[in-house]
T-cell receptor, first 116, second 114 residues
């Protein structure tokens, strides 16, 4: 079964500093990979996704992620963090199901705190 | 366009009761998925509906059920509530429900079971 590991439960960075959130996945085939962000009391918003092609994908809010098959990783990066980026970030792998449709398996999330 | 709407946003129930949560997907979206989010288990897939049919189901007991109407609106029901059912229940919609499609999430319904 597929799984997603986010090894960092909490990360604190200073505003303006760079950010990298780690994500490792386990999946038998070429994975569909996603990063979502969740602000307090809110649902999840998609930051970016990877299906195939260029291994460096750009997302919203200045985020990017790099797919590394050899390391089974899909780390999220941002060159300069803003205070409004404080939120919880979830990495997810999508699974094509026998009956069609999709199901996401999420990591446990990384809580980002931004110090001013 | 309007996003995914979930009602109610907050509710409190007691053990043994049942609850029904509602989800209105984005117009034109035919797939609706439900996820449970708890501090201990994280985000877990409950089930997915497409064109009024449950297409996929996660590993939850039969107390958890759902349905989808012809207008793609969906409801999920939890019967005989247990304390462990306290969670944020998130609904997500997508156009066709294929894995390359983006899931659009609602803000969730927060259920507290006392």
């Amino acid at each position: 079964a597929q799984s997603v590991t986010q090894p960092d439960i909490h990360i604190t960075v200073s505003e303006g500093a760079s950010l990298e959130l780690r994500c490792n996945y386990s999946y038998g085939a070429t994975p569909y990979l996603f990063w979502y962000v969740q602000s307090p009391g809110q649902g999840l918003q998609l930051l970016l996704k990877y299906f195939s092609g260029d291994t460096l994908v750009q997302g919203i809010k200045g985020f990017e992620a790099e797919f590394k098959r050899s390391q089974s990783s899909f780390n999220l990066r941002k060159p300069s963090v803003h205070w409004s980026d404080a939120a919880e970030y979830f990495c997810a792998v999508g699974d094509v199901l026998t009956g069609g449709g999709n199901k996401l398996t999420f990591g446990t999330g990384t809580q980002l705190k931004v110090e001013l | 366009k309007a996003g995914v709407t979930q009602t109610p946003r907050y509710l409190i129930k007691t053990r043994g009761q049942q609850v029904t949560l509602s989800c209105s997907p984005i117009s034109g979206h035919r797939s609706v998925s439900w996820y449970q989010q708890t501090p201990g288990q994280g985000l877990q897939f409950l089930f997915e509906y497409f064109s009024e049919t449950q297409r996929n189901k996660g590993n939850f007991p039969g107390r958890f059920s759902g349905r989808q109407f012809s207008n793609s609106r969906s409801e999920m029901n939890v019967s005989t509530l247990e304390l462990g059912d306290s969670a944020l229940y998130l609904c997500a919609s997508s156009r066709q429900g294929d894995p390359t499609g983006e899931l659009f999430f609602g803000e969730g319904s927060r259920l507290t079971v006392l």
